[in-house]
């Protein structure tokens, strides 16, 4: 299989409309403009002195702030359910951020990214000038029952 350079715009956000996290029902957000998806360890000093001299470290806890730029629509149900999620310091939804469809074309390759519960952290509405007004949410991990901690995830291949 060959590698694909995938644009920006490829990339996807998805929420799950559905109230079970076995079975989802993913819908696609499809306002946003920008995505960025960090992954960030932090440091562990696990320093001995076996180590002669030189300090040493290990990966300890992850961070994974997103943050999501979208076009403001006064109707868009995903974007209240941010705002009411923010104001109300509410769980947000279990979400999917992919490089590609939740389910990719027969032949393609399935798309690969994250999926979570996401906390609003910040709500942010841009009114410009000269230019639309832009909605920027800043979201990290939220509480999560057992087994259903961020982690990788991989879309499906239609048959």
Same mark, same amino acid.
């Given at each position: 299989?060959?590698?694909?350079?995938?644009?920006?715009?490829?990339?996807?956000?998805?929420?799950?409309?559905?109230?079970?996290?076995?079975?989802?029902?993913?819908?696609?957000?499809?306002?946003?403009?920008?995505?960025?998806?960090?992954?960030?360890?932090?440091?562990?000093?696990?320093?001995?002195?076996?180590?002669?001299?030189? *300090?040493?470290?290990?990966?300890? %806890?992850?961070? =994974?702030?997103? @943050? &999501?730029?979208?076009?403001? $629509?006064?109707?868009?149900?995903?974007?209240?359910?941010?705002?009411?999620?923010?104001?109300?310091?509410?769980?947000?939804?279990?979400?999917?951020?992919?490089?590609?469809?939740?389910?990719?074309?027969?032949?393609?390759?399935?798309? *690969?990214?994250?999926?979570?519960? %996401?906390?609003? =952290?910040?709500? @942010? &509405?841009?009114?410009?000038? $000269?230019?639309?007004?832009?909605?920027?949410?800043?979201?990290?991990?939220?509480?999560?029952?057992?087994?259903?901690?961020?982690?990788?995830?991989?879309?499906?291949?239609?048959?």
């Amino acid at each position: 299989m060959s590698n694909k350079i995938l644009m920006g715009f490829e990339g996807t956000f998805y929420s799950n409309s559905g109230s079970v996290y076995a079975t989802p029902t993913w819908v696609e957000e499809d306002t946003i403009k920008n995505i960025a998806l960090v992954l960030e360890g932090t440091e562990a000093d696990i320093t001995m002195r076996r180590g002669k001299g030189f *300090k040493s470290s290990a990966l300890a %806890l992850i961070d =994974m702030p997103l @943050e &999501l730029e979208m076009v403001y $629509e006064q109707a868009n149900t995903n974007q209240q359910q941010f705002f009411a999620c923010f104001m109300d310091r509410q769980l947000l939804m279990d979400c999917l951020i992919l490089d590609g469809p939740v389910v990719a074309a027969a032949g393609k390759t399935a798309s *690969k990214g994250m999926r979570s519960w %996401l906390e609003v =952290m910040k709500w @942010e &509405l841009g009114q410009e000038i $000269e230019g639309v007004q832009m909605l920027k949410v800043s979201c990290k991990p939220g509480w999560f029952a057992a087994g259903e901690q961020p982690k990788p995830f991989t879309g499906t291949v239609a048959p």
